[in-house]
């Protein structure tokens, strides 16, 4: 079964979208905004719940990070910068990833090493390590994740920022190893997929599960990160009267196509027919002028020896 592919969204002034995108692929958003935040030396002040954190940007920068879909704009009325609060994963990933904020406590200000601020996400989130694995392993291939919620689904992805394009993949994230605990034994019932499908199929999306898995490792230690291994999988519902009618499609395709073979071979044969009997009247008529031609010669020759 075809995928459906990119939904590019219309422009007011009738913009191309697609052009729009391709003339400035989310690698050259994200090469940009990472060099922009290392030379701003950016800092993320983590939130006292430590479940996001709020990151202070000039205006070139937020409109990277908008166009990037990183985190969301926070209101801040009398203030030059402008304020992004980042999840979880947005913020680890900038920091871990893209190397290119530090993220410090908000209440001593202390600038916080990866493992530590590995070691609290993951105290505050049970399901982060194979959450962040997910969405590092997405956005390395300059997918654009977002949360799924609204769609039944751990996150969405985007093929490049929102504004431009829908979502093409509701994202379910299934851990699987008796290091994840409890946590494999995500969708293993059938109705729980069929929801999924549905849920998915009702808003334009491919179900794309993600299988986290591992051999042997302590999952909230930060140096299991690397040994966490992506499995993809795509999973699309099979609707009989569609494959009906697309073997219906198929099939009249296919007898179009002989059809056409057909009456290009007989056009093909008239087209011969008709050039070996013009070449038959031109032979007729150049054999006719010759026979004349001889008949005068012979007379000429005739009447000069009278």
């Excluded at 299988?211 to 040994?227: A, F, G, M, P, Y």
């Amino acid at each position: 079964m075809d995928l459906p592919g990119p939904r590019w969204k219309r422009g007011k002034d009738g913009k191309d979208f697609a052009a729009l995108a391709a003339a400035k692929p989310m690698s050259t958003i994200l090469a940009e905004l990472q060099a922009s935040l290392r030379d701003a030396q950016a800092v993320a002040i983590l939130s006292g719940d430590g479940k996001d954190a709020i990151l202070a940007v000039e205006a070139h920068k937020s409109k990277l990070l908008n166009c990037a879909a990183f985190g969301r704009t926070v209101e801040n009325a009398g203030y030059e910068k402008l304020w992004f609060q980042l999840g979880p994963e947005e913020m680890f990933f900038l920091c871990h990833a893209l190397r290119c904020i530090t993220v410090q406590s908000e209440e001593n200000k202390k600038q916080m090493r990866e493992g530590e601020l590995w070691d609290l996400l993951t105290s505050t989130s049970e399901q982060f390590p194979e959450m962040y694995k997910a969405y590092q392993h997405l956005r390395l291939k300059n997918w654009v994740v977002r949360s799924g919620l609204q769609y039944g689904a751990d996150s969405v992805a985007y093929r490049h920022q929102p504004a431009l394009v829908h979502s093409e993949f509701a994202v379910i994230v299934v851990p699987e190893g008796k290091m994840f605990g409890a946590r494999c034994g995500r969708m293993k019932v059938w109705p729980d997929l069929l929801c999924e499908l549905r849920a998915s199929g009702s808003v334009a999306k491919t179900l794309l599960f993600l299988t986290i898995s591992t051999n042997n490792c302590e999952v909230r230690s930060l140096d299991c990160l690397e040994q966490l291994i992506v499995h993809e999988r795509m999973i699309n519902r099979w609707i009989p009267q569609q494959c009906r009618e697309q073997q219906d499609k198929l099939r009249r395709e296919e007898a179009h196509r002989d059809e056409q073979r057909q009456k290009q071979c007989r056009e093909e044969a008239i087209k011969k027919e008709q050039e070996d009997t013009r070449e038959g009247v031109i032979f007729s008529y150049w054999r006719v002028i010759l026979s004349f031609t001889i008949l005068f010669l012979a007379y000429f020759v005739y009447k000069l020896k009278l």
